[in-house]
């Protein structure tokens, strides 16, 4: 494979990352067919299954795609030192803040979606995060010694429950500072994480 047959096939994996993104967020997994991300691009469908086999996979890259592009947005807003167990808060919150501010149609989207095929990859994706960063944290005896993507299932399963939920509570910030102190209760191995209430 040439030099420059590899920049075409990684420029056609962005293009069709990008288009099936934006479809899948418009009309659903469901509803989006190979054939139409093809047409959207031009390109045939055997072009389109020579870089992805399956949609499945498609879905799963866009899922990853987009989450590192949040992580950035997030890392940005963090400071660079800053420790893993507290970064772990820090993410939960951020998330938290997103669910609040922006509903269900945030930077999570896909975490909220109905659609399974849809949730399951934004959550993987997700817990692929969370499992990095448990660890990172476990490594520096910050966090339990047990499996980081067990304690990342967790996690996510805890978020996705209190952002399920909250808008049905009297008081929807108290059950997110909640949700928080459950997080850094389950994965703290020896001091508890100091953190600031969101309410």
């Not at 692929?128 to 299932?153: C, I, M, N, S, T």
């Not at 949700?179 to 389950?186: E, G, H, R, S, Y």
């Amino acid at each position: 494979m040439t030099g420059q047959t590899i920049e075409k096939t990684t420029l056609l994996v962005e293009k069709v990352i990008r288009s099936s993104a934006i479809r899948f967020k418009k009309y659903g997994y469901g509803k989006t067919t190979v054939a139409e991300i093809a047409s959207d691009l031009h390109i045939s469908k055997k072009t389109l299954y020579s870089v992805f086999p399956s949609k499945e996979e498609i879905i799963r890259e866009a899922a990853w795609r987009e989450t590192v592009d949040v992580m950035r947005r997030f890392n940005n807003s963090v400071p660079p030192d800053i420790r893993s167990d507290s970064l772990l808060i820090a993410l939960c919150r951020f998330i938290f803040l997103d669910r609040i501010k922006q509903g269900k149609l945030g930077l999570f989207w896909g975490m909220y979606n109905e659609e399974p095929e849809i949730h399951k990859a934004y959550y993987s994706a997700l817990k692929r995060v969370f499992a990095a960063l448990y660890e990172d944290g476990r490594k520096q005896g910050l966090f339990k010694p047990v499996h980081h993507v067990f304690a990342a299932e967790l996690v996510v399963n805890m978020i996705i429950t209190a952002s399920e939920y909250f808008h049905v509570s009297e008081q929807p910030v108290q059950m997110f500072d909640a949700a928080l102190k459950m997080i850094a209760d389950a994965v703290a191995h020896k001091d508890r994480i100091v953190f600031d209430a969101m309410g």
